[in-house]
């Protein structure tokens, strides 16, 4: 019978993974390096991200390695929030389409009150412009809802 500590641990070293395992080691490709519980311990308490191999040892960055892997994770996911938008199916994406478009409606309106402006040549001619531009409705959240729904899949 197998003692509960004669149970082999293992670095996988690509990943820097610590195993624990029952078994043989997990593959024969040189990828997994039995380590000792003493290890197994001590390298449990840093953070995977923060690993690095030295040797045959893992050692916790310093702080200047931890900032440029900090700054890299904040990027990715930064990334990853900014890629949500092409998701054709991604609510928030749906809900940035439906608010550009009025952005946009209310653009058009401003675009048009300028050129009306630009356009007249009295007071009057500027009112009969303005006259002929059409309100931005005022939007309920059913229609917003109804905005979103048509947006999702495009």
């Known amino acids: 019978v197998v003692g509960a500590y004669d149970v082999p641990e293992y ?3 690509p990943t820097l993974r610590l195993h624990y395992s029952l078994s043989e080691a997990p593959d024969q490709t040189g990828d ?3 380590i ?3 290890d197994f311990r001590a390298w449990s308490d840093i953070p995977l991200h923060y690993r690095k191999l030295s ?3 893992i050692v916790e960055m310093d702080a200047g ?3 440029a892997v900090d700054a890299q994770r904040l990027s990715d996911a930064r990334d990853d929030v900014a890629n949500r938008f092409e998701g054709v199916e991604d609510e928030l ?3 940035a389409l439906a608010v550009l478009d009025e952005i ?3 653009a058009e309106r401003v675009t048009a009150i300028l050129d009306a402006s630009d356009a007249a040549v009295s007071l009057a001619d500027f009112k009969a412009r303005i006259g002929l ?3 931005v409705p005022t939007r309920t959240i059913a229609q917003m809802k109804a905005a979103v729904r048509g947006k999702l899949g495009t």
């Open 93 to 95: 994406r749906a809900f």
């Open 133 to 135: 531009i059409d309100d």
């Open 65 to 67: 390695e931890k900032a």
């Open 104 to 106: 946009n409606l209310h």
């Open 36 to 38: 000792t519980r003493a």
């Open 32 to 34: 997994y390096v039995e």
């Open 55 to 57: 040797g045959e040892s």
């Open 11 to 13: 670095l996988h070293k």
